[in-house]
């Protein structure tokens, strides 16, 4: 059963701004902490962000360069992902995922129990 949905992938030029969406159907989404991952094919999937319940923390993966900024709307059951001025290296399949249960920031994948789909970002130079 899939519980978290994606979309807001697609092809961007550089230098654009992008919002990725993720919608949880999780009835505990609210008190669970929520993170981005991304992965490029032949290398192993990067942790990007990640953001407690109530958005009192956040935290950002290393390399990132301060244009990524993770948020959420609880009333609509909706983590976002805003990625600022766009470049080709940020080209990568983007990854929603829900700690269930978890309070705390979470970096790492096995941390992690429900995930999205996976949506493309794919941008041009």
């Known amino acids: 059963q899939v519980q978290l949905v994606e979309s807001g992938g697609g092809l961007v030029q550089a230098g654009e701004s992008l919002r990725l969406s993720c919608v949880s159907s999780?009835?505990?989404?609210?008190?669970?902490?929520m993170g981005w991952f991304r992965q490029v094919p032949g290398q192993e999937r990067d942790f990007v962000a990640s953001?407690?319940?109530?958005?009192?923390?956040?935290h950002y993966g290393s390399s990132l360069e301060g244009r990524f900024t993770i948020s959420r709307d609880n009333a609509k059951n909706t983590l976002y992902l805003e990625i600022n001025n766009v470049k080709p290296k940020d080209t990568a399949v983007y990854y929603c995922?829900?700690?269930?249960?978890?309070?705390?920031?979470?970096?790492?994948?096995?941390?992690?129990?429900?995930w999205g789909q996976g949506t493309q970002v794919t941008v041009s130079s």
């Open positions: 995922a829900e700690a269930i249960g978890v309070p705390d920031i979470a970096v790492t994948s096995e941390e992690y129990d429900s």
């Open positions: 953001i407690t319940g109530t958005s009192t923390y956040k």
């Open positions: 999780v009835r505990t989404f609210r008190s669970d902490t």
